[in-house]
């Protein structure tokens, strides 16, 4: 089906708010749909294969008829805009519902966490995931794509809170922190992040560019690995071990009161 032209959208927005019609819906579904399925591969990347991936979808389409119903087409604010806000808001707030991650998974970054500081400790220096993976009989692989899991709704927390600010409408899906507004907290997060910074500064290139095109490019990680002439396979590898190198960083500023 042809999509809608410029008069024809106008035409379907006037005749979604006049009376929700079903039809000039199911047309701005389809006209959207391509934001599910984007914001749904890019949350996806990162969740335990365990996670049903059309159930992320789903999360994501009641997010985009929510952003229907809700968006006033006479704001000054693009509909894409707004529908992101509230496809990637729904997915995460269906997540931390479902308490996706397995028990055996946490369990498991506990005592990769445990090890980490104890060779930390040992040796004074900055360990790597095949010294852990060692020490605790597990593939490198495995410690990466453990951490990964583990860490993940800690960097979308990052993302979310950066990004829903923009908008009043997306600070429903945010994690409410009673002390986020207070001025000293304000600016222990900004020391924190100032601290990532340079972390970030010390990983290698390729895996900074990975990041970077990753988090604020928004390229999914096959469309990264056509930009650097690598397999998506090897892609999520330098995502997982950059995400592996930043642990400690990103816990503090998630849990700045434990920081």
């Not at 996706?100 to 980490?116: N, Q, V």
């Not at 600070?171 to 207070?182: I, M, P």
């Not at 604020?216 to 397999?231: C, D, K, Q």
């Amino acid at each position: 089906m042809a999509k809608p032209n410029r008069y024809s959208e106008q035409k379907l927005w006037a005749d979604w708010k006049e009376s929700e019609d079903p039809e000039a819906g199911n047309l701005l579904v389809e006209k959207y749909m391509p934001l599910v399925s984007f914001h749904s591969q890019r949350i996806s990347a990162s969740l335990p294969k365990s996670v049903n991936k059309e159930d992320i979808k789903s999360l994501g389409l009641m997010g985009l008829y929510d952003a229907l119903k809700k968006f006033d087409p006479a704001r000054d604010l693009k509909f894409d805009t707004y529908a992101s806000f509230r496809i990637r808001g729904a997915i995460l707030d269906g997540l931390r519902k479902e308490d996706w991650l397995p028990r055996g998974t946490r369990e498991k970054a506990k005592k990769i966490e445990t090890k980490i500081e104890e060779l930390e400790q040992k040796h004074l220096r900055r360990i790597t995931a095949a010294e852990v993976a060692e020490q605790l009989n597990m593939t490198e692989e495995e410690v990466h794509q453990t951490m990964t899991e583990h860490l993940f709704a800690n960097v979308l927390s990052m993302d979310e809170q950066i990004h829903d600010h923009e908008d009043s409408e997306g600070k429903r899906f945010v994690l409410k922190d009673e002390k986020a507004d207070l001025p000293e907290d304000v600016l222990v997060k900004g020391e924190l992040i100032q601290e990532l910074t340079a972390e970030i500064t010390k990983l290698s290139e390729k895996e900074q560019l990975v990041l970077s095109l990753f988090y604020h490019e928004e390229l999914t990680l096959t469309e990264i690995g056509e930009v650097l002439s690598l397999s998506t396979s090897r892609i999520s590898q330098i995502h997982s071990k950059a995400l592996f190198k930043l642990k400690n960083q990103l816990v503090k500023i998630n849990n700045p009161v434990h920081g």
